[in-house]
Nanobody
Framework: QVQLVESGGGLVQAGEELRLSCAAS????????MGWIRQVSGKEREVVAS????????DYSDSVKGRFTISRDNAENTMYLQMNSLKSEDTAVYYC??????????????WGQGTQVTVSS
């Protein structure tokens, strides 16, 4: 079983940037498709970005396309989410997830504990 630990969240101003990291242990990161899902209390979760095993395929939600970039370093067992031009509506808990299928299936994925991102306007 893979364990996932997110880091890099915090409080920033609108227009600034953050980079989230997800460190995997217990299994090789390359065994999984990976993604970032965000959740705001009382709202539906949103798969903001996903990346295939080797990184050749990526997918983004319309709300973050052009601002966020997902990447992975399988040798370092780490995945990243570079978030630029942050908006107040990006405020959420961001979860790192790992699946064995593509497209990624949130209901079948392993989830990290989440990291809070707060964007103040």
């Amino acid at each position: 079983q893979v364990q996932l630990v997110e880091s890099g969240g915090g409080l920033v101003q609108a227009g600034e940037e953050l980079r989230l990291s997800c460190a995997a242990s217990g299994r090789a990161l390359g065994d999984f498709t990976m993604g970032w899902i965000r959740q705001v209390s009382g709202k539906e979760r949103e798969v903001v970005a996903s990346i295939s095993w080797g990184g050749s395929n990526t997918d983004y939600s319309d709300s973050v396309k052009g601002r966020f970039t997902i990447s992975r370093d399988n040798a370092e067992n780490t995945m990243y989410l570079q978030m630029n031009s942050l908006k107040s509506e990006d405020t959420a808990v961001y979860y790192c997830v790992a699946d064995v299928a593509w497209p990624l299936r949130p209901d079948f994925a392993t989830w990290g504990q989440g990291t809070q991102v707060t964007v103040s306007s």
